[in-house]
Protein backbone atom coordinates (compact mmCIF):
# COMPACT_ATOMS: atom_id res chain seq x y z
CA UNK A 1 0.00 0.00 0.00
CA UNK A 2 1.26 3.68 -0.46
CA UNK A 3 -0.68 5.13 2.37
CA UNK A 4 0.74 6.27 5.36
CA UNK A 5 -1.07 4.20 8.29
CA UNK A 6 -0.49 6.40 11.26
CA UNK A 7 -3.17 6.23 13.49
CA UNK A 8 -2.76 10.23 13.44
CA UNK A 9 -3.45 10.47 9.73
CA UNK A 10 -6.41 7.63 9.66
CA UNK A 11 -8.28 9.37 12.42
CA UNK A 12 -7.31 12.93 11.64
CA UNK A 13 -10.56 14.43 10.54
CA UNK A 14 -9.57 17.69 10.59
CA UNK A 15 -9.79 19.88 6.87
CA UNK A 16 -6.37 19.87 5.76
CA UNK A 17 -6.46 23.88 6.21
CA UNK A 18 -6.46 22.69 10.01
CA UNK A 19 -8.66 26.11 10.36
CA UNK A 20 -11.23 26.07 13.44
CA UNK A 21 -14.65 24.69 14.26
CA UNK A 22 -16.47 27.70 12.95
CA UNK A 23 -14.26 28.97 10.73
CA UNK A 24 -14.06 25.38 9.46
CA UNK A 25 -17.89 25.01 8.90
CA UNK A 26 -18.41 28.03 7.22
CA UNK A 27 -15.59 29.53 5.81
CA UNK A 28 -14.36 31.56 2.95
CA UNK A 29 -11.27 30.22 2.58
CA UNK A 30 -9.00 32.44 1.11
CA UNK A 31 -5.22 31.02 -0.57
CA UNK A 32 -3.31 34.00 -0.51
CA UNK A 33 -0.67 34.62 -3.31
CA UNK A 34 -2.38 32.07 -6.22
CA UNK A 35 -5.52 33.94 -5.99
CA UNK A 36 -7.37 30.23 -4.61
CA UNK A 37 -10.71 30.71 -2.50
CA UNK A 38 -12.19 27.62 -0.90
CA UNK A 39 -15.90 27.10 0.18
CA UNK A 40 -16.30 24.50 2.80
CA UNK A 41 -19.84 23.10 2.69
CA UNK A 42 -21.28 20.53 5.42
CA UNK A 43 -22.31 17.16 3.74
CA UNK A 44 -25.56 15.29 4.01
CA UNK A 45 -25.10 14.32 7.31
CA UNK A 46 -24.60 18.00 8.44
CA UNK A 47 -26.17 21.31 8.30
CA UNK A 48 -27.63 22.92 5.04
CA UNK A 49 -24.97 23.73 2.68
CA UNK A 50 -23.52 26.87 3.07
CA UNK A 51 -23.79 29.47 0.36
CA UNK A 52 -21.40 31.92 1.24
CA UNK A 53 -19.48 33.41 3.65
CA UNK A 54 -21.43 34.40 6.46
CA UNK A 55 -21.58 38.26 7.41
CA UNK A 56 -19.38 39.24 10.81
CA UNK A 57 -18.18 35.48 10.90
CA UNK A 58 -14.61 35.01 11.48
CA UNK A 59 -14.67 34.14 7.55
CA UNK A 60 -10.82 34.44 6.53
CA UNK A 61 -8.69 31.17 6.84
CA UNK A 62 -5.61 30.77 4.84
CA UNK A 63 -5.30 27.69 2.84
CA UNK A 64 -1.04 26.41 3.27
CA UNK A 65 1.20 27.85 0.65
CA UNK A 66 2.97 25.37 -1.42
CA UNK A 67 5.67 26.78 -1.10
CA UNK A 68 6.33 30.51 1.32
CA UNK A 69 7.07 32.80 -1.01
CA UNK A 70 9.07 34.51 1.73
CA UNK A 71 11.67 31.92 1.64
CA UNK A 72 14.67 33.01 -1.11
CA UNK A 73 14.00 32.08 -4.30
CA UNK A 74 15.90 29.26 -6.16
CA UNK A 75 19.73 30.36 -7.25
CA UNK A 76 19.48 30.82 -11.32
CA UNK A 77 16.61 32.62 -11.26
CA UNK A 78 15.90 35.45 -13.76
CA UNK A 79 14.72 38.13 -12.72
CA UNK A 80 11.04 38.34 -13.72
CA UNK A 81 11.74 42.17 -14.65
CA UNK A 82 14.87 41.78 -17.14
CA UNK A 83 14.90 43.44 -20.36
CA UNK A 84 12.94 41.23 -22.66
CA UNK A 85 15.99 40.42 -24.90
CA UNK A 86 17.69 38.89 -21.72
CA UNK A 87 14.66 35.91 -22.05
CA UNK A 88 15.09 32.73 -22.94
CA UNK A 89 14.15 32.75 -26.79
CA UNK A 90 11.88 30.39 -28.49
CA UNK A 91 11.27 28.80 -32.00
CA UNK A 92 7.70 28.14 -32.47
CA UNK A 93 7.28 25.19 -34.93
CA UNK A 94 3.99 24.84 -36.41
CA UNK A 95 1.54 27.94 -36.56
CA UNK A 96 -1.57 25.81 -36.19
CA UNK A 97 -4.51 26.33 -34.05
CA UNK A 98 -2.71 25.45 -30.23
CA UNK A 99 0.41 28.13 -31.43
CA UNK A 100 -2.13 31.13 -32.48
CA UNK A 101 -4.43 30.65 -29.47
CA UNK A 102 -2.39 29.35 -26.67
CA UNK A 103 0.97 29.38 -27.06
CA UNK A 104 2.36 32.79 -28.56
CA UNK A 105 -0.25 34.63 -26.20
CA UNK A 106 1.01 32.48 -23.18
CA UNK A 107 4.56 33.54 -24.25
CA UNK A 108 3.35 37.40 -23.96
CA UNK A 109 2.36 36.21 -20.78
CA UNK A 110 5.34 34.51 -19.56
CA UNK A 111 7.88 35.90 -17.20
CA UNK A 112 10.88 34.61 -18.48
CA UNK A 113 10.33 33.65 -22.07
CA UNK A 114 10.12 35.55 -25.81
CA UNK A 115 9.20 34.27 -28.55
CA UNK A 116 12.65 35.37 -30.83
CA UNK A 117 11.61 32.91 -34.29
CA UNK A 118 8.25 30.98 -36.21
CA UNK A 119 8.87 27.42 -38.20
CA UNK A 120 5.75 27.46 -40.86
CA UNK A 121 4.94 26.11 -44.40
CA UNK A 122 3.10 29.18 -44.78
CA UNK A 123 5.57 32.39 -44.97
CA UNK A 124 2.62 34.60 -45.45
CA UNK A 125 0.97 33.56 -42.69
CA UNK A 126 4.52 33.45 -40.95
CA UNK A 127 5.48 37.07 -41.41
CA UNK A 128 1.93 38.40 -40.79
CA UNK A 129 2.62 36.70 -37.17
CA UNK A 130 5.06 37.73 -37.10
CA UNK A 131 4.91 41.43 -37.66
CA UNK A 132 1.97 40.79 -34.46
CA UNK A 133 4.60 39.23 -31.92
CA UNK A 134 7.56 41.16 -33.11
CA UNK A 135 9.32 38.25 -34.50
CA UNK A 136 11.46 40.14 -37.37
CA UNK A 137 11.33 38.70 -40.81
CA UNK A 138 14.73 37.39 -41.08
CA UNK A 139 13.66 35.03 -38.46
CA UNK A 140 10.32 32.82 -40.68
CA UNK A 141 11.74 29.90 -41.37
CA UNK A 142 10.11 27.18 -43.04
CA UNK A 143 10.47 23.56 -42.81
CA UNK A 144 12.97 23.50 -45.57
CA UNK A 145 14.85 26.03 -43.72
CA UNK A 146 14.72 24.56 -40.10
CA UNK A 147 18.52 23.83 -39.60
CA UNK A 148 19.04 27.92 -40.43
CA UNK A 149 17.72 28.07 -36.96
CA UNK A 150 20.84 26.98 -35.90
CA UNK A 151 22.39 30.34 -37.23
CA UNK A 152 20.17 32.40 -35.19
CA UNK A 153 21.76 32.67 -31.29
CA UNK A 154 18.72 34.26 -30.04
CA UNK A 155 16.58 30.85 -30.49
CA UNK A 156 17.39 28.38 -27.41
CA UNK A 157 14.63 26.12 -27.17
CA UNK A 158 12.41 24.50 -30.42
CA UNK A 159 8.91 25.03 -29.20
CA UNK A 160 7.17 21.58 -31.78
CA UNK A 161 3.55 22.42 -32.36
CA UNK A 162 3.46 20.19 -35.03
CA UNK A 163 0.97 16.55 -35.51
CA UNK A 164 2.01 14.15 -33.30
CA UNK A 165 3.61 11.71 -35.68
CA UNK A 166 6.11 14.87 -36.87
CA UNK A 167 7.59 15.43 -33.11
CA UNK A 168 10.50 12.86 -33.09
CA UNK A 169 11.92 13.94 -36.83
CA UNK A 170 11.50 17.83 -35.59
CA UNK A 171 12.56 17.11 -31.92
CA UNK A 172 15.84 15.14 -33.56
CA UNK A 173 16.37 18.10 -36.14
CA UNK A 174 16.67 20.83 -33.35
CA UNK A 175 18.47 18.51 -31.29
CA UNK A 176 21.34 18.35 -33.99
CA UNK A 177 21.79 22.03 -34.16
CA UNK A 178 22.14 22.65 -30.76
CA UNK A 179 18.51 23.79 -29.65
CA UNK A 180 16.79 22.41 -26.37
CA UNK A 181 13.27 21.05 -27.34
CA UNK A 182 10.16 21.44 -26.00
CA UNK A 183 7.78 19.24 -27.53
CA UNK A 184 3.69 18.97 -27.70
CA UNK A 185 1.95 16.35 -26.23
CA UNK A 186 1.36 12.99 -27.12
CA UNK A 187 5.72 13.02 -27.29
CA UNK A 188 5.58 10.72 -30.66
CA UNK A 189 3.36 8.13 -32.12
CA UNK A 190 5.86 5.55 -31.03
CA UNK A 191 8.27 4.09 -27.59
CA UNK A 192 10.73 3.37 -30.59
CA UNK A 193 10.26 7.12 -31.61
CA UNK A 194 10.10 8.51 -28.05
CA UNK A 195 13.61 6.43 -27.23
CA UNK A 196 15.57 8.48 -30.08
CA UNK A 197 14.45 11.82 -29.33
CA UNK A 198 15.59 11.04 -25.60
CA UNK A 199 19.07 9.66 -26.71
CA UNK A 200 19.31 12.51 -29.71
CA UNK A 201 18.93 15.30 -27.20
CA UNK A 202 21.04 13.63 -24.50
CA UNK A 203 24.20 12.93 -27.38
CA UNK A 204 23.10 17.05 -27.63
CA UNK A 205 23.79 17.76 -24.16
CA UNK A 206 20.09 19.78 -25.01
CA UNK A 207 17.15 19.03 -22.31
CA UNK A 208 13.84 18.14 -23.74
CA UNK A 209 10.39 18.49 -22.16
CA UNK A 210 7.47 17.14 -22.76
CA UNK A 211 4.11 19.83 -23.03
CA UNK A 212 2.32 18.14 -19.91
CA UNK A 213 0.62 21.37 -18.96
CA UNK A 214 -1.74 19.99 -16.58
CA UNK A 215 1.38 18.81 -14.29
CA UNK A 216 1.79 22.69 -13.98
CA UNK A 217 -1.46 23.81 -13.11
CA UNK A 218 -2.31 24.49 -9.60
CA UNK A 219 -5.26 22.41 -8.97
CA UNK A 220 -3.76 19.47 -10.51
CA UNK A 221 -0.47 20.24 -7.97
CA UNK A 222 -2.60 21.42 -5.14
CA UNK A 223 -4.31 17.59 -5.15
CA UNK A 224 -1.10 15.73 -5.78
CA UNK A 225 0.25 17.61 -2.67
CA UNK A 226 -2.50 16.56 -0.67
CA UNK A 227 -1.88 13.37 -1.95
CA UNK A 228 1.72 12.88 -1.21
CA UNK A 229 0.72 14.37 2.46
CA UNK A 230 -1.35 11.31 2.56
CA UNK A 231 -4.59 13.76 3.25
CA UNK A 232 -7.00 11.32 0.93
CA UNK A 233 -5.49 8.21 3.21
CA UNK A 234 -4.95 4.78 1.34
CA UNK A 235 -5.99 5.66 -2.82
CA UNK A 236 -8.04 3.04 -3.97
CA UNK A 237 -9.60 4.48 -7.02
CA UNK A 238 -9.04 6.90 -10.25
CA UNK A 239 -12.16 7.61 -12.59
CA UNK A 240 -10.99 9.97 -15.17
CA UNK A 241 -12.95 10.92 -18.97
CA UNK A 242 -11.85 12.81 -21.74
CA UNK A 243 -14.29 13.24 -24.71
CA UNK A 244 -15.32 15.62 -27.81
CA UNK A 245 -17.11 15.40 -30.59
CA UNK A 246 -14.46 15.81 -33.44
CA UNK A 247 -15.84 17.08 -37.14
CA UNK A 248 -13.99 17.14 -40.05
CA UNK A 249 -13.37 13.49 -41.34
CA UNK A 250 -10.21 14.30 -43.18
CA UNK A 251 -8.41 16.46 -40.30
CA UNK A 252 -4.70 14.93 -39.00
CA UNK A 253 -6.06 13.80 -35.78
CA UNK A 254 -8.21 10.98 -37.00
CA UNK A 255 -5.39 9.73 -39.71
CA UNK A 256 -3.20 7.00 -38.33
CA UNK A 257 0.22 8.12 -39.05
CA UNK A 258 0.32 11.60 -38.10
CA UNK A 259 -2.06 10.93 -35.08
CA UNK A 260 -0.93 7.75 -33.82
CA UNK A 261 -3.86 6.52 -32.88
CA UNK A 262 -7.27 8.26 -31.84
CA UNK A 263 -8.87 10.13 -28.84
CA UNK A 264 -6.02 7.65 -26.85
CA UNK A 265 -3.02 9.80 -27.73
CA UNK A 266 -4.62 12.83 -27.74
CA UNK A 267 -6.71 12.97 -25.43
CA UNK A 268 -7.04 10.12 -23.02
CA UNK A 269 -3.38 10.68 -22.35
CA UNK A 270 -4.67 13.66 -19.90
CA UNK A 271 -6.57 10.49 -17.83
CA UNK A 272 -3.37 8.20 -18.06
CA UNK A 273 -1.03 11.47 -17.23
CA UNK A 274 -3.30 12.36 -14.54
CA UNK A 275 -3.32 9.24 -12.73
CA UNK A 276 0.35 8.49 -12.81
CA UNK A 277 0.89 12.13 -11.75
CA UNK A 278 -1.36 12.04 -9.23
CA UNK A 279 -1.30 9.09 -7.14
CA UNK A 280 2.94 9.46 -7.36
CA UNK A 281 2.78 5.70 -8.58
CA UNK A 282 3.33 3.45 -11.78
CA UNK A 283 0.54 1.25 -13.51
CA UNK A 284 2.11 -2.28 -13.83
CA UNK A 285 -1.19 -3.93 -15.85
CA UNK A 286 -3.56 -2.76 -18.14
CA UNK A 287 -6.85 -4.15 -19.30
CA UNK A 288 -8.87 -1.86 -22.19
CA UNK A 289 -11.47 -2.22 -25.34
CA UNK A 290 -11.71 0.56 -28.12
CA UNK A 291 -14.47 0.46 -29.97
CA UNK A 292 -14.86 1.95 -33.87
CA UNK A 293 -18.25 1.80 -35.75
CA UNK A 294 -18.21 0.42 -39.38
CA UNK A 295 -20.37 3.56 -40.81
CA UNK A 296 -18.70 6.69 -39.47
CA UNK A 297 -16.27 7.89 -42.24
CA UNK A 298 -14.12 9.59 -39.62
CA UNK A 299 -13.37 6.37 -37.94
CA UNK A 300 -11.70 4.83 -40.99
CA UNK A 301 -8.40 4.98 -39.34
CA UNK A 302 -8.27 5.49 -35.73
CA UNK A 303 -10.53 4.29 -32.78
CA UNK A 304 -13.93 6.59 -31.79
CA UNK A 305 -13.52 5.73 -28.54
CA UNK A 306 -11.24 3.75 -25.70
CA UNK A 307 -11.77 2.39 -21.97
CA UNK A 308 -8.48 1.18 -20.03
CA UNK A 309 -8.34 0.10 -16.33
CA UNK A 310 -4.87 0.81 -15.14
CA UNK A 311 -3.91 -1.63 -11.96
CA UNK A 312 -1.20 0.20 -9.45
CA UNK A 313 1.20 -1.59 -7.04
CA UNK A 314 -0.69 -0.36 -4.09
CA UNK A 315 -3.71 -1.62 -4.64
CA UNK A 316 -5.33 1.45 -6.92
CA UNK A 317 -6.92 1.60 -9.85
CA UNK A 318 -7.68 3.92 -12.83
CA UNK A 319 -10.64 3.71 -14.71
CA UNK A 320 -10.60 5.94 -17.87
CA UNK A 321 -12.35 6.42 -21.21
CA UNK A 322 -11.84 8.99 -23.92
CA UNK A 323 -14.23 9.59 -26.92
CA UNK A 324 -13.84 11.54 -29.67
CA UNK A 325 -17.46 11.19 -30.87
CA UNK A 326 -19.29 12.63 -27.79
CA UNK A 327 -20.28 16.46 -26.41
CA UNK A 328 -17.26 18.19 -25.18
CA UNK A 329 -16.55 16.90 -21.11
CA UNK A 330 -13.84 16.54 -19.13
CA UNK A 331 -13.43 15.07 -15.31
CA UNK A 332 -11.85 12.99 -12.84
CA UNK A 333 -12.31 11.68 -9.05
CA UNK A 334 -9.45 10.54 -7.22
CA UNK A 335 -10.76 8.36 -4.22
CA UNK A 336 -8.86 7.81 -0.63
CA UNK A 337 -10.14 5.94 2.29
CA UNK A 338 -10.24 9.25 3.89
CA UNK A 339 -11.92 11.70 1.31
CA UNK A 340 -11.76 12.23 -2.12
CA UNK A 341 -10.37 15.26 -4.62
CA UNK A 342 -12.69 15.86 -8.36
CA UNK A 343 -11.97 18.17 -11.14
CA UNK A 344 -14.74 18.87 -13.44
CA UNK A 345 -14.10 20.40 -15.64
CA UNK A 346 -10.41 18.90 -15.60
CA UNK A 347 -7.55 19.00 -17.82
CA UNK A 348 -9.00 22.42 -19.84
CA UNK A 349 -7.47 25.69 -20.62
CA UNK A 350 -9.07 27.48 -17.99
CA UNK A 351 -12.53 27.20 -15.71
CA UNK A 352 -11.10 24.12 -13.67
CA UNK A 353 -12.85 23.50 -10.68
CA UNK A 354 -11.87 21.30 -7.78
CA UNK A 355 -13.62 19.98 -4.88
CA UNK A 356 -12.82 17.75 -2.01
CA UNK A 357 -14.81 15.14 -0.21
CA UNK A 358 -13.97 14.62 3.45
CA UNK A 359 -15.07 14.18 7.26
CA UNK A 360 -15.04 17.00 9.18
CA UNK A 361 -15.37 16.91 12.68
CA UNK A 362 -17.56 13.48 12.16
CA UNK A 363 -19.00 14.75 9.17
CA UNK A 364 -19.21 14.57 5.72
CA UNK A 365 -18.25 17.56 3.77
CA UNK A 366 -17.20 19.36 0.57
CA UNK A 367 -14.21 22.01 -0.07
CA UNK A 368 -14.97 23.84 -3.27
CA UNK A 369 -11.93 25.63 -4.56
CA UNK A 370 -11.62 28.10 -7.13
CA UNK A 371 -8.96 30.27 -8.49
CA UNK A 372 -8.26 33.15 -10.57
CA UNK A 373 -7.70 32.24 -14.18
CA UNK A 374 -3.87 31.30 -14.81
CA UNK A 375 -1.98 30.72 -18.05
CA UNK A 376 -0.70 27.13 -18.42
CA UNK A 377 1.28 27.69 -21.14
CA UNK A 378 3.19 30.16 -19.68
CA UNK A 379 3.84 28.27 -16.68
CA UNK A 380 5.16 25.13 -18.47
CA UNK A 381 6.70 27.36 -20.78
CA UNK A 382 8.56 29.54 -17.71
CA UNK A 383 9.30 26.13 -16.23
CA UNK A 384 11.37 24.95 -19.44
CA UNK A 385 13.52 28.66 -19.58
CA UNK A 386 14.17 28.37 -15.86
CA UNK A 387 15.77 24.42 -16.49
CA UNK A 388 17.58 26.43 -19.49
CA UNK A 389 18.99 28.84 -17.23
CA UNK A 390 20.07 26.49 -14.61
CA UNK A 391 21.08 23.43 -16.77
CA UNK A 392 18.29 21.39 -14.83
CA UNK A 393 16.13 18.20 -15.83
CA UNK A 394 12.48 19.76 -16.53
CA UNK A 395 10.03 18.08 -14.84
CA UNK A 396 7.96 16.41 -17.24
CA UNK A 397 10.84 15.43 -19.59
CA UNK A 398 11.17 13.11 -22.42
CA UNK A 399 11.18 9.60 -20.06
CA UNK A 400 7.65 11.05 -18.96
CA UNK A 401 6.17 11.02 -22.43
CA UNK A 402 7.83 7.71 -23.21
CA UNK A 403 6.36 6.13 -20.53
CA UNK A 404 2.92 7.27 -21.44
CA UNK A 405 3.59 6.32 -24.23
CA UNK A 406 4.48 2.90 -23.24
CA UNK A 407 1.29 2.63 -21.29
CA UNK A 408 -0.65 3.52 -24.76
CA UNK A 409 1.04 0.76 -26.68
CA UNK A 410 0.16 -1.71 -23.80
CA UNK A 411 -3.55 -0.41 -24.24
CA UNK A 412 -3.81 -0.91 -27.79
CA UNK A 413 -2.45 -4.35 -27.30
CA UNK A 414 -4.84 -4.98 -24.47
CA UNK A 415 -7.86 -3.62 -26.32
CA UNK A 416 -6.47 -6.14 -29.54
CA UNK A 417 -6.28 -9.10 -27.77
CA UNK A 418 -8.34 -9.04 -24.91
CA UNK A 419 -6.22 -9.85 -22.78
CA UNK A 420 -5.08 -7.98 -19.84
CA UNK A 421 -1.18 -6.71 -20.85
CA UNK A 422 1.80 -6.14 -18.56
CA UNK A 423 3.33 -2.84 -18.65
CA UNK A 424 7.09 -2.67 -17.90
CA UNK A 425 7.76 -0.70 -14.81
CA UNK A 426 10.57 2.54 -15.37
CA UNK A 427 13.60 1.82 -14.50
CA UNK A 428 14.46 5.07 -12.89
CA UNK A 429 12.06 8.54 -12.15
CA UNK A 430 10.12 9.70 -15.36
CA UNK A 431 10.07 12.84 -13.51
CA UNK A 432 12.49 15.66 -12.64
CA UNK A 433 12.37 18.30 -10.16
CA UNK A 434 9.53 20.01 -9.04
CA UNK A 435 8.60 23.52 -10.56
CA UNK A 436 8.91 26.34 -8.15
CA UNK A 437 6.04 26.45 -6.92
CA UNK A 438 6.55 30.57 -6.29
CA UNK A 439 6.28 30.97 -9.79
CA UNK A 440 2.54 30.08 -9.46
P1 LIG B 1 -3.41 22.09 -35.84
O1 LIG B 1 -3.93 21.17 -36.89
O2 LIG B 1 -4.26 23.27 -35.50
O3 LIG B 1 -1.97 22.66 -36.28
C1 LIG B 1 -0.98 21.83 -36.81
C2 LIG B 1 0.05 22.66 -37.53
O4 LIG B 1 0.98 21.79 -38.17
C3 LIG B 1 -0.55 23.53 -38.65
O5 LIG B 1 0.08 24.79 -38.64
C4 LIG B 1 -0.17 22.78 -39.93
O6 LIG B 1 -0.02 23.63 -41.04
C5 LIG B 1 1.16 22.18 -39.53
N1 LIG B 1 1.52 21.03 -40.34
C6 LIG B 1 2.74 20.81 -40.88
N2 LIG B 1 2.76 19.68 -41.57
C7 LIG B 1 1.54 19.16 -41.49
C8 LIG B 1 0.94 17.98 -42.03
N3 LIG B 1 1.64 17.12 -42.76
N4 LIG B 1 -0.34 17.75 -41.77
C9 LIG B 1 -1.07 18.59 -40.99
N5 LIG B 1 -0.55 19.73 -40.44
C10 LIG B 1 0.73 20.01 -40.71
O7 LIG B 1 -3.08 21.22 -34.57
P2 LIG B 1 -2.94 21.74 -33.08
O8 LIG B 1 -4.25 21.57 -32.40
O9 LIG B 1 -2.28 23.04 -33.05
O10 LIG B 1 -1.99 20.56 -32.46
C11 LIG B 1 -0.60 20.58 -32.66
C12 LIG B 1 0.06 19.74 -31.55
O11 LIG B 1 -0.26 20.29 -30.29
C13 LIG B 1 -0.38 18.28 -31.48
O12 LIG B 1 0.70 17.48 -31.12
C14 LIG B 1 -1.42 18.26 -30.37
O13 LIG B 1 -1.52 17.02 -29.70
C15 LIG B 1 -0.87 19.32 -29.45
N6 LIG B 1 -1.92 19.97 -28.66
C16 LIG B 1 -1.70 20.13 -27.33
C17 LIG B 1 -2.65 20.78 -26.57
C18 LIG B 1 -2.37 21.04 -25.11
O14 LIG B 1 -3.28 21.46 -24.41
N7 LIG B 1 -1.16 20.84 -24.64
C19 LIG B 1 -3.83 21.23 -27.14
C20 LIG B 1 -4.01 21.07 -28.50
C21 LIG B 1 -3.05 20.43 -29.27
Redesign the pocket.
Given at each position: MNSDDSPDHINDSRPPEHASGAQSRRGFLQRSGTGMAALLMAGASGPALAAAATPGAPNSVKLPLIQDPNTEPAENTPDPNAEPDRRVGYAIV??????LN?ILPALSASKYSRVVALV???AEKAKKIGRQYGVRESAIYT?QTYEKLADNPEVQVVYI????G??AEYTIRAAAIGKHVLC???MAVSSAECQRMIEACKKANRLLMI?Y?SQYEPMDRMIAKWVKEKQLGPLHEFIAGNSQNVGDPT??RLKLA?AGGGPLP?VGIYCLNAARFLSGEEPFEVFATTYKPDDDPRFKEVEQSVQFLLRFPSGLTATCMASYASHESRFFRLQGAQGWAEMNPAFG?NGLQLRKGQLVEGKNAQIQIGIDPVDQFAREIDHMSLCVVRGQTPHTPGEEGLQDQRIVEAIYESARTRRAVKIAVPAGPTRGPDPDEENF
Open positions: GLGRLSQSGDYVLPNMHEKPARQWLDY
